[in-house]
């Protein structure tokens, strides 16, 4: 069964960065992002759309994440987090595929990891 792992999540100073990574454990590359904080609804980040390929971000990250694939790990996708804020303190999650509906906005992640902890404290 095919499964992925999140890592390099971590504790961060307001205004600070982070790369996470995910790994599939098949040879295909994850394609979303989404985090989840406690209480909150699940929040899209990021996505390489199935529906029509165009790579879209959420609202809230829009302008300081990036998603990107490593050239030589045929298997890892990385989030970049920049200018971190406490409002970003989450579990991130990445999926092997992901569709967003823009006349709709709407989202779907397929099947995620169990996660990687991100804290933006001072």
């Known amino acids: 069964q095919l499964q992925l792992v999140e890592s390099g999540g971590g504790l961060v100073l307001p205004g600070g960065s982070l790369r996470l990574s995910c790994t599939a454990s098949?040879?295909?590359?994850?394609r979303g992002w989404f985090r989840q904080a406690p209480g909150k609804e699940r929040e899209a980040l990021a996505c390489?759309?199935?529906?029509?390929?165009?790579?879209?971000y959420g609202d809230s990250v829009k302008g300081r994440t990036a998603i990107s694939r490593d050239a030589v790990i045929k298997n890892t996708t990385y989030l970049q987090l920049n200018n971190l804020k406490p409002a970003d303190t989450a579990v991130y999650y990445c999926?092997?595929?992901?569709?967003?509906?823009?006349?709709?906005?709407?989202?779907?992640?397929?099947?995620w990891g169990q996660g990687t902890q991100v804290t933006v404290s001072s």
């Open positions: 098949e040879e295909l590359y994850p």
């Open positions: 390489i759309s199935d529906y029509d390929g165009v790579t879209y």
């Open positions: 999926t092997t595929a992901c569709r967003y509906y823009s006349d709709l906005n709407v989202w779907e992640y397929d099947s």
